[in-house]
Nanobody, 121 residues
Framework: QVHLVESGGGLVRPGGSLRLSCEIS????????IGWVRQAPGGGREGVAC????????YYPPSVKGRFTTSTDNAKNTVYLDLNSLEPKDTAVYFC??????????????WGQGTQVTVSS
C-alpha cells in the first residue's frame, strides 16, 4: 500500500515562495511517477508538476512553468514542490499522487491528504 503525506502549505504574500513536501512509503515497482495536482475553491483539478522517479524528468503546464519546480530526495523518500513567484490564483489545496505515468495521474489510486496554500496580501 502506497502512502503519501504532504506538508509545507501555508499563507504567503504574492511574490513569495513555499516548499511543499510529499513523503512516500510503501512504493512498488509500479510507482514510477509522483505528481502534484491542485484544486482551487469551486474549481477543477489541475496538474502542476510531475516527476519520473527513474531519471528525474519533469513536466509542468504553462501556467506554472518557470515558477514551480519538483525534485526528489530518494534517501528521504520525499518529493518536493518549490513554489516561487506565487500569485493569488495559485491559492488551492495541493495534493501529491503516486502513479505509473504522468499522463494518467488523475486515475491514480494513491493520493496524499492535501495541503492548503493561500496566497494573499
Amino acid at each position: 500500500q502506497v502512502h503519501l503525506v504532504e506538508s509545507g502549505g501555508g499563507l504567503v504574500r504574492p511574490g513569495g515562495s513555499l516548499r511543499l513536501s510529499c513523503e512516500i512509503s510503501g512504493a512498488t515497482s509500479d510507482t514510477r511517477v509522483i505528481g502534484w495536482v491542485r484544486q482551487a475553491p469551486g474549481g477543477g483539478r489541475e496538474g502542476v508538476a510531475c516527476i519520473q522517479i527513474s531519471d528525474g524528468s519533469t513536466y509542468y503546464p504553462p501556467s506554472v512553468k518557470g515558477r514551480f519546480t519538483t525534485s526528489t530526495d530518494n534517501a528521504k523518500n520525499t518529493v518536493y514542490l518549490d513554489l516561487n513567484s506565487l500569485e493569488p490564483k495559485d491559492t488551492a489545496v495541493y495534493f501529491c499522487a503516486a502513479g505509473y505515468s504522468c499522463g494518467n495521474l488523475y486515475e491514480s489510486e494513491y493520493w496524499g491528504q492535501g495541503t492548503q496554500v493561500t496566497v494573499s496580501s
